[in-house]
């Protein structure tokens, strides 16, 4: 299975700059029980976090805004867009923006927390660049065309499991 490969192995060298970007909406619901400090530890061991970024919206309540910031992160939040299901909009074009400017100050691994095929364009910049790209994401809704252009996915579900 595409989630159980891993096409390389980080070094984990601490002189490496990642650049890690998590695409709220997607990522942070109740349903996934994603917990933040984890994923900023597991990220760490590919290097030197430099950008951690949330991205959400308008909607996002004060409590998950400082909860997201109290954990180490930047929250990014992005206006526009309607209210959708379950109090999401839009914030795809805000985080592709972060995530190549991120690029322009130099970053060796950048690692994108989404499940959502919109960020395959980001995925092949950076690999222009020659920066490596880890994808971590989950089903249901895991986009294949992003998960084969990464260099590395993980399942962020199995992550959050183990250990518990």
């Excluded at 980080?10 to 933040?36: A, M």
């Excluded at 998950?64 to 180490?72: D, F, H, K, R, W």
């Excluded at 992005?78 to 972060?98: F, H, P, R, Y």
């Amino acid at each position: 299975m595409v989630l159980d490969k891993v096409r390389r192995k980080s070094s984990g060298k601490s002189g490496e700059r990642v650049g890690l970007f998590v695409d709220g909406p997607n990522i942070l619901r109740k349903q996934f029980d994603v917990n933040l400090d984890k994923l900023r530890e597991k990220v760490s061991s590919y290097g030197r976090i430099t950008n951690a970024k949330v991205f959400m919206n308008q909607f996002a309540s004060e409590k998950l805004i400082e909860a997201v910031a109290s954990q180490g992160f930047e929250p990014v939040i992005s206006l526009g867009g309607e209210q959708e299901g379950e109090g999401m909009s839009d914030i795809d074009v805000s985080m592709a923006v972060k995530a190549v400017e991120a690029l322009e100050h130099g970053l060796d691994v950048m690692v994108l927390v989404t499940r959502d095929a919109d960020f395959l364009p980001v995925i092949q910049k950076a690999k222009r660049e020659g920066v490596r790209v880890v994808v971590m994401g989950m089903d249901p809704g895991f986009s294949t065309a992003l998960k084969n252009a990464a260099d590395e996915v993980l399942d962020l579900k199995k992550y959050m499991e183990e250990g518990d």
